[in-house]
């Protein structure tokens, strides 16, 4: 079934290169036709109904992160839907030439000028061209929603001969179902794949986040890897020699240990949403750990497969045992530089908090980035290889990367910015919660703060009045060593309420030792990815009378 | 002359440390006098008298960086000046002890309480004890302004004796005599010492600022360094040769050359200034500046005194050939993880622009440190040294450094806060400027952007609206190197002005590679030393009609 898929995806690939003039043609020509209004949305399809079909709605976030905003694309392919369509008909478009045609329920659409816009990327809905979507939305389980249901009725042509009408549950074996049981604290944004964070009020309970409660962002289902036949590849240099390392292999290498926060791009989300639609994972400021990592150096491993930091410019990629149903593994890059720099001290993780590494985090072997976004820790690691260029993985190419507010889905130009590595200075306040009532008398009001690239936070600043008077917090946690501040600082302030005040406005920033400092606002940091949402965090809450 | 102040300084400097309690228990109890009103300046003497009086009015910025924001302290010794004090009463008040005491002009002044607060060091201010303050507020020109005045009268205790009365001219040598000519394009924000700066209309003409116009920041005299007798002394490591290097010497290092953009920490002052008094330099964007500069690696001249890089929180000091009448040279230190990182391409540079360093930029040899403040970037350089600690020079640990707006000087702590080595990401517009009336139609926007820590700048958003829609300026000037990103880029946007638009609220940010964003507005920033000035850079304009 893979290998079909595989091969199938090749071929349509090729016809989407063919095609990628006529469908730019058509995004200029309807993106002036600025006045249509989407129709409301007609389909019947409905996750609950997969999900009491025996087996689970099961999404993956593959190539789009969870976000789906091209809901606002303005081009249509019909408005009418009068015809009838036999499955044989359907079949035979699959190419940009006889158009791209895909059903839903008993509907019938086409999506020829939509697969070049589709988040996931063009070769990820070719997978249904000429057929039903359905064994891939529940793959995919984030398409389950009514924007995207709204955004496919824009194209719809017709309707399926009822005779060839699609059972709406289709045989397709879980890829989900292995995946390891979860603690019930954690707050869960996406089933599957699954995304979760810990709830602010534990999060900053320990300066260690234990790992049941580690924000976990899978991409794909977990694989279940045997640790006895588990090997690391690590592709060797001209002259060197390849390694295949077992876990046995992988602890003969010097052992380092180091504390080190891991933070999605997402953390905050939420926040962005506000201001305007950004669809996929919710993250609230919970996408942000920190843990005790133990493993080799990649730099060492490195270095005994023949590396040397000759080519400054180099990536060194990554590929997880994760893969998508093409057979598309997760995939990532950082500079060699930064691998092969003992002082930047990557690691190849076999150990969190003592621990082996838990399934959700990489057993048996993950890469960790210290200062470095968490796109570019791949758990699972299956292969290591130093490339010319960053890792040709969409995740390194399409996704995790920042762009002016005033760019949408129909300007973006993913080549325009660089992947995300470093992060800027983040900091939240985990307590008091929002809307929540405090005691008049004092207030005490806990937070995390933290910054990339090894920059120590040195200071965070509280208001209760929404930011015209502040207050410094006092820092915990561990110390940082210079340029090596890995990990977060949690910080807290105890003050008194002002007497008379109805509400407080709290907000919290951070600074880092290189003086960077939080935004004050989110819109002028939105970003249609919904990344490094970074402003100042802002808790509203009530006084007790 | 300077002998004999030197040991006048050492004495009164053991007489500091002996009355710090005393003077600490003053600050707390006054401080809590807030009802208090300044009294209106009582005070005769002129900067203009003095500088029609053969020699100029002089100022060094010593330890203060022209800030004196202190005028704000509740402090006053007394408010009445009825008593009448001989010249021999005055000159038995310098300690602690006995009182401090100074005058200027035919008053008399009790400073015993303020010694402490003195933005310049106690040292500074007890080389005047017991005697006139003309000769030094000669030296340090900064003092002549109405709020000094007025801050002084707050200590006044009485009058000098007539026949007492100094004479308001001193015969001082001026110590910036031979200060070099400059160009008159520069804008002058301090004269003694020069402190000056591009206009923005000349500032982004050029991807390299020439040399006649490179802003200057000079902390004391240029000193006259005769090339033939120069010789740099760099300390040896225990085990290692100290060296005593001649101008030849360097040259025979390998020679690197590179772009390095220097700002000062006060770069945008004159914006801080807006929200809250911050006396000192009135930088507007120009403190800021382009050249390629040329000499041996700091890493390769420590490398052949025996130093390493096993002491990994070591820092290396640095002293200039310049200095303050107590013989105290200006210092500053960068750790030495980065002097001795090749990576980091510390210079010790003797080319700027393919010539000689100008006098006033450091002749003969002046400290490059790429993506670091200004102030660390020592010129005229005497003596290098790798230390345990930071220097120990007030410039590295008094001045130059960033804390909450919440601080004053009242509770300040300068030990608090690192000392600035890598800076934000900054932005700033040249064209058009504030105020100006632009055509309508279409209208350029030029400007400036910048990152420290060797982060490139990957974007810059400019508003036309006060930052509600945003547009991606066109980056201009070289392209970076990864990791050593130590120049600017210039950028500008071409625009149509929106119809119908009397004015314009124009606005620029930058994004870096680690996606640091400057802030929104200046005042969350605003801190009492006026450094790290990020803010959204706003400029008004009118369009003619």
Not at 58 to 83: F, I, K, N
Not at 251 to 274: D, W
Not at 405 to 426: G, K, R
Request: proline content about 8%.
């Amino acid at each position: 079934m893979l290998l079909l898929h595989r091969a199938m995806v090749l071929r349509l690939q090729q016809a989407c290169r063919l095609k990628s003039i006529h469908s730019r043609l058509c995004i200029q020509a309807c993106s002036t036709n600025e006045s249509f209004q989407p129709q409301r949305p007609s389909l019947t399809f409905s996750g609950d109904n997969a999900s009491t079909g025996g087996w689970r709605v099961m999404g993956t976030l593959l190539g789009l992160g969870a976000v789906l905003a091209y809901q606002d694309h303005q081009c249509r392919a019909a408005q009418e839907s009068t015809h009838i369509y036999t499955k044989e008909e359907v079949s035979s478009h699959t190419s940009p030439e006889t158009g791209i045609w895909v059903t839903l329920g008993s509907e019938v659409f086409d999506v020829t000028e939509f697969v070049d816009l589709h988040p996931g990327g063009p070769s990820k809905l070719m997978l249904a061209a000429g057929g039903p979507l359905e064994p891939f939305w529940a793959l995919y389980a984030v398409h389950n929603q009514s924007h995207v249901r709204e955004l496919l009725a824009q194209y719809k042509i017709g309707e399926l001969n009822p005779e060839d009408k699609v059972a709406p549950t289709v045989e397709t074996s879980d890829p989900y179902a292995d995946d390891p049981v979860r603690h019930p604290a954690l707050k869960v944004n996406s089933q599957c794949p699954f995304n979760a964070e810990p709830p602010p009020e534990l999060l900053t309970e320990n300066y260690i986040t234990p790992n049941p409660i580690f924000f976990t962002r899978n991409h794909l289902p977990v694989p279940n890897v045997d640790p006895d036949t588990y090997r690391l590849h690590v592709v060797g240099a001209p002259g060197g020699q390849s390694l295949s390392l077992s876990l046995d292999d992988l602890h003969k290498f010097p052992k380092y240990e180091i504390t080190v926060t891991l933070q999605c791009a997402g953390n905050r989300r939420s926040e962005m949403t506000q201001v305007k639609e950004v669809k996929g994972l919710e993250w609230r400021t919970g996408a942000i750990s920190t843990a005790r990592w133990g493993g080799a150096r990649l730099c060492d491993v490195l270095a005994q497969a023949g590396h040397q930091l000759c080519e400054t410019e180099a990536h060194v990629c990554f590929e997880g045992l994760d893969s998508d149903p093409t057979g598309t593994a997760y995939g990532a890059s950082i500079p060699l530089a930064r691998a092969m720099d003992p002082e930047a001290e990557v690691l190849l993780a076999y150990e969190m908090n003592g621990q082996p590494l838990p399934r959700d985090h990489g057993f048996p072997v993950r890469v960790v980035v210290p200062g470095v976004v968490g796109a570019r820790h791949v758990k699972w690691l299956g292969r290591v290889s130093v490339q010319p260029e960053e890792s040709y993985s969409h995740w390194q190419r399409r996704d995790y990367k920042g762009f002016s507010p005033s760019v949408d889905w129909d300007t973006v130009n993913f080549d325009s910015a660089p992947s995300i590595q470093e992060l800027p200075v983040q900091s939240a306040i985990t307590e008091p919660q929002d809307g929540e009532t405090v005691e008049s008398g004092e207030v005490t009001i806990k937070g995390y703060a933290w910054s990339g690239g090894g920059r120590a936070v040195i200071r965070v600043d509280v208001s209760l009045d929404g930011g015209l008077t502040w207050q410094v917090a006092e820092l915990d946690g561990e110390e940082q060593r210079p340029r090596k501040a890995w990990a977060w600082r949690l910080w807290q302030l105890q003050v008194p309420v002002p007497a008379g005040q109805k509400e407080l406005n709290i907000v919290c920033k951070a600074v880092d030792d290189g003086y960077n400092v939080q935004p004050d606002t989110v819109a002028p940091i939105w970003n249609l990815r919904g990344v490094l949402s970074n402003a100042w965090h802002r808790v509203h809450v009530h006084v007790a009378p």
